[in-house]
């Protein structure tokens, strides 16, 4: 039996352990509950009831439907009190207790009857009740009282209504829609909340008719709204407004730009910080409009409120991404905040600061956020470590005391996550700073000395054996590799042995003494370990002796598979140990799974060791293997580029086929990749039949179909063509897929003798210049513009025609060549109406080209573009040009 | 949308939770998280005084009154601002039911009455409004403003 709840006592106030729920059981209080059917009822009992069941509920017990159903009848015949108190909590188990449909009428007519009664509060209670549990019949019926209570004299029952409207407006918009007289009058309610909540749904009700709610926003705006709520709510109505409407092309004015500053001056924060977060968003947003908004935000930071300095310092982060100048002024506020007691607040503001900073603050910056770190959380450390990493890529110059800060918390205390973060950080800054490298190995290397984390020492080993054998003197690195056999686990002994090895396969000078190494290996106490060391000592050739590593073994033990690791492990997984040999030629080369991978990697920034080494160049190397086995195209001499597969099926059809397009010197060979869905057919001899007549200056040279197309098995057929040499020549090309199809037993799984011919077409296929373009980055672009010097430059200017911005204009350009673009130059700031924009590449013909793109607004939409080239070869810089002119 | 409402006493456990559009799934993620972040930094800081924290687009403010520790959870239109409002109301509204600030005996006492307050505070995901449970239900104390806390009702 539970407690009875006992009244305040103030005898046993000090008894802060003791509940009044102590020992509470739902078969007891459903017990209780029958005291709502007496025919005496007592409100109090009754109320004491209802507070355990809704504590019961709030402590995730759940009724079941009968138990529910019980409940919510018995609680119907409290209706009977006329107890105020006792009423209300009724009204809040009804809505907890959910009542199914056929339930809900029990209640209705008593629910309506509150609705008209003279009592206040039964009147807005009953109307959220019956709003939450009733159906659009029932609307109908009880529409007239709500339009009547939503214009009701007393607040909280107007309120109640016009709240009701807005959830009511989910599943019932028509009926709502007819209460826009009502709501319109309420908008006018000397009530603060009433006029707040009646905006809100008069707005809601009007949001699709762009007109109305332009109407709207122009008579609010110059009238007074008096509830600071609905000032915020007015604030951003208007700028959606703006963003809809144009500037004024004459005045350069923005529409209700005035209304937005005049709500900097209000009283209430909460409206000046609406007005000034407007502000910041508004597109194209100038210098002039922002200062205000960033004054007020400036005096937030220094608010006594932990709430303002936050919403503050969350809006100038904001702003920082977009505008880093326009923030400088706050630096020195921000800087105080960085010694905040909320941590949320002091990581914004350090985040924020490295965002604003310039070259020569750095290092005091990084003095006090050393200070910082020590006392923060890892999800904040974690922050503040890839805010610092994309500082580095920012000034790279600056790599020294980064990278240095970054070691330095490397070796203090930290979960995986943060630990994680800051070695992927290292790796990305070791890969895009050639001058960080081989600091960033040692300080690498020095946490492999005494990290915890399994995980990371056998990325790091890895990311050494490819990186180490590089540097000027790769034998530094052998002792802190070899440290690893002795102190460490198996699989982190295993990785040590592999990465010896690869020191062994690069440097020949090392060889002898890293074969005495991986002889000590043999003797490990671990299988893995030891298969590792006499397979490499096996393989590696020489018997220790400085002699040169056969390239076809390096490619044996370290090159990459040429096949997708899923299908390897499926295949495994499937191979029943038998006389014959696992034959690593029957793994299916799916590439189906491929341009969801590539689409990945392209919009995720590189994540250092987390990520496979850089996704294209394996890939290119899984292509090059390809096709230089397919000895009808092993002529073409070196693959230049694989573009990206490009689909030329919707999805969802019979077949998916996508093609990748392989460029050499004097040839193209276009590999269509074929997946058959239909689980009752089995395809044969399928070809693509490509008609090049919009090509001219290709002729098809050879066609490998493909011999057999099971159910959801990829395979690939190819098409080569030939092409004038070291020419960028371009076409668009036809296709259409040619097979015989075969019928399948669904039951046996086996295949109908005769098949018939058919054909699917499918969609066209481009080939642009941008295909003959590698993007390949440079980390500094000045240096690299210096050094290509002036020989083969070409300049040029070009209109390109009225654009919507000027970062469409920039996209389209970039898009055109295919190159990459550096330092981040391909984000155009919204206001502005100039850009630089620097893109480097690889020419067919392996020719390195840089581009400077200056662009600027000539006139209110006209673009205009200078383009100067720089490359290797003069040839190269004019077919740029010819590029972009015919583009 | 304002997503979660919880109370906690001084020892971690739930008093009462109002879920908004969070799977149940996810509830026990939410309640852990909520109450680690009180625990981490609640210690020592004055009665009603707000303290905020996003995690991913998700704001949270909570506070301590007396022996109870409250958080509001909210995202969208429901930010820090809206949500530091929400929280006056709530704690204004407690104090006012309780007669003082609560011990956690005084809270489980006037449970009821809570609830009751809540949910004339909240309703479903959206503020509706505060009528402070006095014995006269419209007494709205010193709350005009109780009228002025009624965050963005956007959907």
Known sequence: MAQPLVKKDDDRDDEVDYSPFLGIEKGAVLQEARVFNDPQLDPRRCSQVITKLLYLLNQGETFTKVEATEVFFAVTKLFQSRDMGLRRMVYVIIKELSPSADEVIIVTSSLMKDMTSKTDMYRANAIRVLCRITDGTLLTQIERYLKQAIVDKNPVVASAALVSGIHLLQTNPEIVKRWSNEVQEAVQSRAALVQFHALALLHQIRQNDRLAVNKLVSSLTRGSVRSPLAQCLLIRYTSQVIRESTNDTQTGDRPFYDFLEGCLRHKAEMVIFEAARAITELNGVTSRELTPAITVLQLFLSSSKPVLRFAAVRTLNKVAMSHPMAVTNCNIDMESLISDQNRSIATLAITTLLKTGNESSVDRLMKQITNFMSDIADEFKIVVVDAIRSLCLKFPLKHRSLMNFLSNILREEGGFEYKKAIVDSIVILIRDIPEAKESGLLHLCEFIEDCEFTYLSTQILHFLGIEGPKTSDPSKYIRYIYNRVHLENATVRAGAVSTLAKFGAMVDGLKPRIFVLLRRCLFDNDDEVRDRATLYLNTLGGDGAVVETDEGVKEFLFGSLDVPLVNLENSLKNYDPSEKAFDINSVPKDVKTQPLAEKKATSKKPTGLGAPPPGPPSTVDAYEKLLSSIPEFASFGKLFKSSAPVELTEAETEYAVNVVKHIFDGHVVFQYNCTNTIPEQLLENVTVIVDASEAEEFAEVASKPLRQLPYDSPGQTFVAFEKPEGVSAVGKFSNMLRFIVKEVDPSTGEAEDDGVEDEYQLEDLELVAADYMLKVGVSNFRNAWESMGVDFERVDEYGLGPRDSLAEAVNAVINLLGMQPCEGTEVVPPNSRSHTCLLSGVYLGNVKVLVRLQFGLDGPKDVAMKLAVRSEDETVSDTIHEIVASG | ?155
């Open chain 2, 1 to 155: 949308m304002i997503l979660a409402v919880l109370f906690a006493n001084s020892e971690g456990n739930i008093l009462v939770e109002r879920f908004n559009g969070v799977p149940a799934e996810e509830r026990l993620h939410w309640r852990s998280f909520l109450v680690k972040l009180g625990a981490d930094n609640l210690k020592g800081v004055k009665n009603e005084e707000l303290l905020v924290a996003s995690h991913k687009s998700v704001y949270i403010v909570y506070t301590v009154l007396g022996d109870v520790s409250v958080y509001v959870v909210g995202k969208d239109e429901y930010d820090e601002l809206a949500l530091a409002e929400v929280i006056f109301v709530i704690t204004s509204a407690v104090k006012d039911v309780c007669g003082k600030l609560p011990t956690e005996r005084l809270f489980l006492d006037k449970y009821g009455r809570i609830c009751l307050t809540l949910d004339e505070i909240i309703w479903k995901e959206t503020v509706t409004f505060c009528v402070i449970a006095n014995e006269h239900p419209f007494a709205f104390s010193s709350m005009d403003t109780a009228a002025n806390v009624l965050p963005h009702p956007f959907s």
